[in-house]
Structure formats: C-alpha cells, structure tokens
C-alpha cells in the first residue's frame, strides 16, 4: 500500500496564478483533510471532508477550495495564489467508525509551494 | 478557545540522557489526545492515542501519560534515532478535528 500520497512535492507560483493540489489515498478511509505548516505557527487545518461529495471548512479556509469527487482523492485549489499561501501543504486520511479514532491519522509527505 | 501547548520548544540531549515533553491542553469535550513524530521534511508520523486521565501507551523508549491537563511524552535512553519534532495534537469539536500545538524539536547527540 502506498498510503497518502501527494502531487507535485514542490510549486513556484507567481502572485494570481492558479493551482490544484492532488491527494490520493489507498486505504479506503471515509475522512480527509488539507493542513498547512508554516514554521512558529504549527499544523493548522484548511478543509476537510468526511465522504465522497462532501467538504467542509477547517480553521483557514479562506483563499482556498476543495473538491472530493471520489473517495479516495481529496483536490486542493488556489483561484488566484497570494505571497501569504506559501507554505507546506499537507493531507492526511482517517478512519471514521468513532469521533475519537479520527485523531489517528495518516499524512503524506507534503507539497512545497512558493508563490513570488 | 481549545489550546494546545508544548514546552519546550527545543530540547538538546545527549545519547542516553532520560527526559520529558510536556503537552498542556485546554478543549471543550476531549476527543482524544494524540502524539505524532515527523522527521524533516516528511509529514507527521502517528505515535499514540490517550483517551482518559491515567492512561499509559508505550513504545520502544518512548511512553506517553495523560492527565486532565496535560500529557508528558517520555523518553528513556534516547538515541540519536529519535531527533525529530514531536507533535501533540488534541481531538474536540463535533467531528473530533485535531488542535495541534506548534511542536517540540528533540536532537538527541550521540
């Protein structure tokens, strides 16, 4: 099993250019999640979803989107990337049999995005 | 708000000198308290899961304590293998969505 995996693993971007993040995973979890690690700031969680069709708003939301068109892909969008984006993106999967068990998490290795 | 805490930011040890990260938390209807490893430039790592005041989980030279307020991860005799930034991370709200604290980073000098 490959488990989370993540493309590309790393992005330049210009201020206003537009970019989706892929997500797959094989583990045929129902939860998936986008964070973002900036350094001092820590994991901080953008969108997630709790199955195929379905997203829903994390902490930092705003100046992304999300699409979970089929259950093992999770997509992350930037419509028009700022400075203020550049950061390391990463997603994970969970199981979703109790609220207590989705903490367990599975992340991938990350994407690198820069935007100048 | 939920919070989460850990101290120290950095902590320096040489190969076999015990010692302890602390995780102090505050959250509206614990959902779990979880410890992840992540190594440079990799995603973080699953360790372990407390759910209740005065559970242990252990592994390898790592055992992780749970209190009302706060988690310790120990580590006995650490190795040089075990430098990397250890994450806590609390699970609240109606989904059980992760609070993660900022981190710390152990180097363990051999």
């Known amino acids: 099993n490959a488990g989370v995996t993540q493309t590309p693993k790393f992005r330049v971007l210009k201020t206003g250019q537009s970019m989706t993040l892929l997500c797959a995973q094989d583990?045929?979890?129902?939860?998936m999640y986008w964070y973002r690690q900036d350094p001092g700031m820590g994991l901080r969680l953008i969108h997630y979803?709790?199955?195929?069709?379905?997203?829903a708003k994390g902490e930092v939301p705003d100046g992304y989107n999300v699409s979970r068109l089929k259950k093992q892909n999770f997509l992350l969008g930037l419509e028009s990337a700022a400075p203020s984006q550049t950061s390391v993106y990463f997603c994970?999967?969970?199981?979703?049999?109790?609220?207590?068990?989705?903490?367990?998490?599975?992340f991938g290795p990350g994407t690198r995005l820069t935007v100048t | 708000e939920d919070q989460v805490t850990q101290s120290p930011e950095a902590l320096r040890l040489q190969e076999g000198e015990s010692s302890s990260l602390n995780c102090s938390y505050t959250?509206?209807?614990?959902?779990?308290l979880f410890w992840y490893r992540q190594d440079p430039g990799k995603g973080p790592e699953f360790l372990f899961t407390?759910?209740?005041a005065g559970e242990e989980k252990e592994k390898e030279r790592l055992k992780a304590t749970l209190t009302k307020k706060e988690s310790f991860l120990h580590i006995t005799a650490p190795k040089p293998e075990d430098s990397a930034t250890y994450l806590c991370?609390?699970?609240?709200?109606?989904?059980?969505?992760?609070?993660f604290g900022k981190g710390t980073k152990l180097s363990v000098k051999p």
């Open positions: 959250v509206s209807g614990l959902r779990g």
């Open positions: 583990m045929n979890h129902e939860y």
């Open positions: 979803s709790v199955g195929e069709g379905t997203t």
């Open positions: 994970a999967s969970s199981y979703s049999r109790t609220t207590s068990r989705r903490g367990e998490q599975y």
């Open positions: 407390l759910y209740s």
């Open positions: 991370a609390v699970g609240g709200g109606s989904q059980g969505n992760l609070i």
